[in-house]
């Protein structure tokens, strides 16, 4: 299995501010990937960050938007930038381990 | 995208037997994951099946796929209260990076 923290657990931003989400994860992984979910809903795939490479972003996501870093192999960031109300969501990261994928706690986010 | 449909709600009561379903499109999934979601926290990995397999047990959890039909389903056997949750299965594609495509959950609860 996987143990996943997320840094910070929630938070409450104004608009027009970023914030940066940390991902660390307690063994070496390659493919990592940062997940919205709005209130209410199911997840959507934001970006797959495998270390080395650059982000891939999925449809309706964009590098300007949502900044990943992925120094190595038991670390990631994703920042939102310049937030908006809309981007009010749980924020979360997840990493494959051969078969299984694991889910972080998830990071809270209210945009005012 | 493919689709993955789920019904949204499920009452059961304490002790008996929960059966959540899930249909899915994409003939070419290479596996199908349940994840339980309770309240406020992050996605729990309960179990996942190959597909070429038809069924999976594991304690109080049974997996059934039917891929002809393309539906999974996940029997919870002697229901509890900590069952409560939301329950997402979702499928793994065949694309490079093995996207997971999430249902939208349905939400179980287990009455006395």
């Known amino acids: 299995s996987a143990v996943i923290s997320q840094k910070p657990s929630r938070d409450i931003c104004q608009r027009g501010t970023s914030l940066t989400i940390q991902c660390q994860v307690d063994?070496?992984?390659?493919?990592m990937f940062w997940y919205r979910q709005q209130p209410g809903q199911s997840l959507t795939l934001i970006a797959t960050?495998?270390?080395?490479?650059?982000?891939?972003?999925e449809s309706g996501f964009v590098i300007d938007k949502f900044p990943i870093s992925r120094p190595n192999l038991t670390f990631s960031t994703l920042t939102v930038s310049n937030m908006s109300p809309e981007d009010s969501s749980i924020y979360l990261c997840s990493v494959r381990k051969v078969n299984e994928q694991f889910f972080g706690p998830g990071t809270r986010l209210t945009v005012l | 995208g493919e689709d993955v449909e789920q019904s949204l709600f499920l009452s059961v009561r304490e002790g008996d037997s929960s059966v959540i379903n899930c249909t899915y499109t994409d003939s070419s999934s290479t596996y199908l994951y349940w994840y339980k979601q309770e309240p406020g926290a992050g996605l729990q990995l309960l179990t996942y099946i190959f597909s070429n397999m038809d069924m999976k047990q594991d304690q109080r959890l049974t997996v059934l796929l039917n891929k002809k039909d393309k539906h999974l389903s996940l029997r919870i056997a002697d229901t509890q209260t900590g069952d409560s949750a939301i329950y997402f299965c979702?499928?793994?594609?065949?694309?490079?990076?093995?996207?997971?495509?999430f249902g939208a959950g349905t939400q179980v609860v287990v009455t006395p």
């Open positions: 063994s070496q992984v390659t493919m």
């Open positions: 960050a495998n270390q080395g490479s650059e982000a891939t972003y």
């Open positions: 979702a499928e793994r594609g065949t694309d490079s990076w093995g996207k997971l495509q």
